[in-house]
């Protein structure tokens, strides 16, 4: 989807970076060798991006650090976007579907820090899960979001991640990606 509306596969693979978690950040050399990219096509693309504002730049010592502004307007929009090019939203919706009582939803591993490296690794907590139904559904969201999805099903994680989803308890959602709440928070414990 995303590939159709911006050409620049760099362009699309900062985004990635900054926009999934606005609690990353990097820096020229550091980015080339992380996405394997030139530095002369990454330089381009965050002097693009941060001329329109959408990064922040800081020198910190001789070397620039950039990371998402998330002061910009488009900010909220951008992230959504970049939910959706990964196909978080669908994760989401197809476990709260029928898995049971979910506490939360993490991702962790490559994209909770901005690489798109093909598999997805998805923490759900809560008690009583569908086993049965999230075998299955690997398969289906595979084939939806063409990325490979890989689970954990635990009743508690207290590892590092990007929460994705959140409930109260009460079966209330406090953030859902793309859908009602927009609080998305970075677990570092």
């Known amino acids: 989807m995303l590939e159709t509306l911006i050409t620049s596969k760099t362009r699309i693979r900062i985004l990635v970076k900054f926009f ?3 609690a990353n950040n990097g820096h020229l050399r550091g980015l080339a060798e992380e996405l ?11 002097n693009n991006l941060s001329e329109a ?11 620039i650090s950039y ?3 998330i002061k910009h307007p488009l900010f909220t929009t951008l992230q959504k976007i970049v939910y959706q ?4 939203d669908a994760i989401v919706e197809m476990i709260l579907d029928r898995m049971g009582v979910v506490n939360s939803i993490m991702i962790i591993g490559d994209y909770a820090n901005g690489n798109d490296s093909g598999t997805i690794a998805v923490v759900v907590v ?3 899960l569908n086993a049965e139904y ?10 939806v979001i063409h990325r490979k999805v890989q689970f954990i099903i635990t009743q508690e994680y207290s590892g ?8 109260d308890g009460t079966g209330r959602d406090l953030s859902v990606t793309g859908q009602k709440a927009q609080k998305i928070k970075v677990k570092t414990d």
Do not use: M, W
């Open 67 to 69: 990371k998402a502004n």
């Open 134 to 143: 999230i075998d299955q559904l690997a398969g289906k969201i595979e084939n």
């Open 36 to 46: 394997n990219e030139s530095t002369n096509a990454i330089r381009k693309e965050l």
């Open 160 to 167: 590092k991640g990007l929460v994705i989803y959140e409930s």
């Open 126 to 128: 809560g008690e009583a």
């Open 53 to 63: 504002g959408y990064l922040e730049k800081e020198a910190i010592q001789n070397r």
């Open 85 to 88: 090019h990964l196909g978080l």
């Open 20 to 22: 999934i978690n606005a």
